[in-house]
């Protein structure tokens, strides 16, 4: 029986800065075989392993019809991303996954997609985002909605211009904060929500960011008309097996690593918003 | 084997090891061993631990790693067969759930399974209930019902013994055994009914147990934070929960490490940390994600409760709280469901 715990090396074979505290790595398993057969859906997300210092779950963010390698960007928020924001090219870490259930893109494909997100650019969402990019004749409009505390937060920022400029596909930028140069609006990103044209009955919203943004986002998408089903987001909790085990991402009888971390709002209507979920 | 003034399993040489005439007083916050009357060995219900420790392990190893290169071991148990005499159907149960957990279809641990494939179990019908057991309303004890290898029930004369597996048969077929009469037999049924008459307490049905999840905002779960100390006894003495916690060790000339897992408690502070905060920032939040997981979000996971009666949490608790009245009361009064 395989040893679901044990990870395999990765070698980093690029690393780029992002934003002051975000950075991307890209890497591929030491092992060829491995990384042949790794396989993953946008959504999913590996179990990283620094070396001595911890293990933590990071979102896959490249398309995964890239063979050759796989790109994690992360934010560095703890001891763990901390450390490894001190990773270079040609180092190695451990790899565990890909875990979870990514998104609905099967219940997506054929339909106009509405993208929300907020925070410093949501790594869950733009892995989906790029997916539907590449595969532009599958979907209908596609509509992305970032919203940032402070325009400076913007990463990406060139990528949301080529994407904005592509057939069907609309990018609103919101900032809390903002600077002269800034294109986008001020104020929520949820403001922009009751701006759109949502085509209900065709349409499905994906969404990743902090859980106010998208209870507030939820609202305004079910005050529309948009269905319970028609709703997904991606979760965050702490997460250590990745595999419904260790119990600590548990929302109501849901495993976030397992059964997530992307979630349909019907499937967890009951515990959001609820505090000790 | 009593040590430490509690029932323990440890290793036993002889069978004079197994005290005669040994009971236990359970009360909430209160266990006590005491003497009681004739000589029997399994008079007594059980001590702070079940089956677990001896499949999840309290603290191990899974792997360990070196830095220069890169490299990762596999470090899996090494165990010796062990059986474990007097396990009692409340922790049969609350191991086959564990299996469930552990050796689940899609992740099965290899550190679990290595340690369960090597137990040899000898269960024993209860002859009396402590007043903390209700397995009764849980369906699973006090009579055994399956998961043992050998089965026993004490009468005053001696024993009954009957095997429960290949493995047991195996065993059992070797023995010079006498079969049992009729009289025995009713003795046998007779004991154990009257253990389960001694049951004092109840958990609400499964059915009903589900509603917690619709009463998440009532006053009650204030009153028990009030009075829980979250120090995750309770956690620790029950024979089902699975928490637990991985984390790195370093060797001290920093060439090696280790990832070491030691069972978590939904009660500790770092059990629901998430990038520099806590999602159960609380006493209140701690017991209701406890609680209202044992018995309603392990129905969805499992198909059933997470609790089978052992009372343990109740006993070992140091300030008493019952979760079999805390249930109740959440379910009973006042508000209406959400």
Same mark, same amino acid.
């Given at each position: 029986?395989?040893?679901?715990?044990?990870?395999?090396?990765?070698?980093?074979?690029?690393?780029?800065?992002?934003?002051?505290?975000?950075?991307?790595?890209?890497?591929?398993?030491?092992?060829?075989?491995?990384?042949?057969?790794?396989?993953?859906?946008?959504g999913q997300f590996n179990m990283v392993t620094l070396f001595g210092v911890g293990e933590i779950a990071i979102s896959i963010v490249n398309d995964p019809q890239d063979s050759h390698f796989f790109d994690h960007t992360i934010r560095v928020v703890g001891r763990v991303s901390e450390g490894m924001s001190g990773l270079r090219p040609g180092d190695r870490v451990g790899i565990r996954g890909p875990f979870g259930r990514g998104w609905p893109l099967d219940e997506a494909r054929g339909k106009d997609v509405l993208l929300v997100t907020g925070g410093l650019g949501c790594a869950p969402l733009v892995s989906v985002i790029r997916y539907l990019m590449n595969r532009r004749d599958q979907f209908g409009h596609i509509t992305i909605l970032q919203g940032v505390k402070h325009s400076s937060d913007l990463i990406w920022r060139e990528q949301y211009d080529i994407w904005s400029r592509e057939h069907e596909v609309k990018v609103l930028l919101a900032a809390d904060v903002v600077t002269r140069e800034w294109r986008g609006q001020q104020g929520m990103v949820t403001e922009l929500i009751g701006e759109l044209n949502l085509r209900i009955g065709r349409a499905i919203a994906l969404l990743c960011g902090p859980e106010l943004m998208m209870m507030a986002a939820i609202a305004n998408l079910r005050s529309m008309g948009l269905a319970d089903n028609q709703i997904w987001f991606s979760m965050e909790r702490n997460m250590q097996c990745g595999v419904g085990q260790c119990g600590h991402c548990q929302i109501g009888p849901k495993y976030v690593c397992r059964d997530g971390p992307v979630f349909c709002y019907s499937e967890l209507a009951d515990f959001m918003g609820t505090k000790g979920f | 084997m009593a040590r430490d003034g509690a029932i323990q399993f440890a290793e036993m040489t002889s069978v004079e090891q197994l005290s005669p005439g040994l009971t236990n007083e359970q009360q909430p916050g209160r266990y006590r061993l005491r003497q009681g009357d004739g000589d029997r060995l399994f008079d007594w219900n059980h001590g702070p631990q079940g089956v677990k420790p001896h499949c999840f392990s309290p603290r191990e190893v899974l792997w360990s790693e070196q830095g220069e290169p890169l490299r990762f071991q596999p470090r899996l148990p090494a165990q010796a067969p062990i059986a474990l005499v007097g396990v009692r159907a409340c922790d049969l149960a609350a191991l086959s759930i564990q299996d469930k957990?552990?050796?689940? @279809? *899609?992740?099965? *641990?290899?550190?679990?399974?290595?340690?369960?494939?090597?137990?040899?179990?000898?269960?024993?019908?209860? @002859?009396?209930?402590?007043?903390?057991?209700?397995?009764?309303?849980?369906?699973?004890? #006090? /009579?055994?019902?399956?998961?043992?290898?050998?089965?026993?029930?004490?009468?005053?004369?001696?024993?009954?013994?009957?095997?429960?597996?290949?493995?047991?048969?195996?065993?059992? *077929?070797?023995?010079?055994?006498?079969?049992?009469?009729?009289?025995?037999?009713?003795?046998?049924?007779?004991?154990?009914?009257?253990?389960?008459?001694?049951? %004092? +307490?109840?958990?609400? %049905? #499964?059915?009903?147990?589900? +509603?917690?999840?619709?009463?998440?905002?009532?006053?009650?779960?204030?009153?028990?934070?009030?009075?829980?100390?979250?120090?995750?006894?309770?956690?620790? $003495?029950? #024979?089902?929960?699975?928490?637990?916690?991985?984390?790195? !060790?370093?060797?001290?000339?920093?060439?090696?490490?280790?990832?070491?897992?030691?069972? =978590?408690?939904?009660?500790? /502070?770092?059990?629901?940390?998430?990038?520099?905060?806590? $999602?159960?920032?609380?006493?209140? %939040? +701690?017991?209701?994600?406890?609680?209202?997981?044992?018995? /309603?979000?392990?129905? !969805?996971?499992?198909? +059933?409760?997470?609790?089978?009666?052992?009372?343990?949490?109740?006993?070992?608790? #140091?300030?008493?709280? =019952?979760?079999?009245?805390?249930? @109740?009361?959440?379910?009973?009064?006042?508000?209406? *469901?959400?």
């Open positions: 029986m395989s040893d679901l715990y044990l990870p395999r090396t990765a070698v980093i074979d690029q690393r780029t800065q992002e934003s002051p505290t975000i950075f991307t790595l890209r890497m591929q398993f030491e092992d060829d075989h491995a990384q042949q057969a790794f396989d993953f859906s946008p | 957990h552990f050796l689940h @279809a *899609d992740a099965p *641990d290899p550190h679990y399974r290595q340690r369960r494939e090597q137990l040899l179990l000898i269960g024993v019908d209860c @002859a009396h209930s402590a007043e903390t057991c209700f397995c009764v309303s849980t369906g699973d004890g #006090p /009579a055994l019902d399956g998961g043992y290898d050998i089965g026993i029930s004490e009468l005053d004369e001696g024993f009954l013994l009957w095997p429960g597996s290949d493995k047991g048969q195996t065993i059992t *077929d070797r023995l010079a055994l006498q079969p049992a009469d009729d009289r025995q037999l009713e003795s046998m049924l007779r004991i154990s009914t009257q253990a389960a008459e001694e049951q %004092q +307490r109840s958990l609400p %049905q #499964p059915a009903e147990l589900r +509603r917690l999840y619709r009463r998440l905002e009532h006053s009650h779960w204030q009153d028990v934070a009030d009075r829980c100390l979250a120090c995750g006894n309770c956690t620790a $003495v029950c #024979p089902t929960c699975f928490c637990y916690d991985t984390g790195h !060790e370093m060797s001290l000339d920093g060439e090696n490490a280790q990832m070491v897992r030691q069972w =978590d408690s939904c009660f500790s /502070a770092g059990h629901s940390y998430m990038a520099g905060l806590l $999602v159960r920032a609380n006493v209140l %939040q +701690r017991y209701r994600q406890w609680l209202t997981h044992k018995l /309603a979000g392990w129905q !969805e996971q499992q198909g +059933r409760t997470g609790c089978t009666g052992c009372g343990r949490c109740i006993s070992w608790c #140091p300030v008493g709280i =019952d979760l079999t009245q805390e249930a @109740a009361a959440i379910l009973r009064e006042g508000s209406v *469901d959400v």
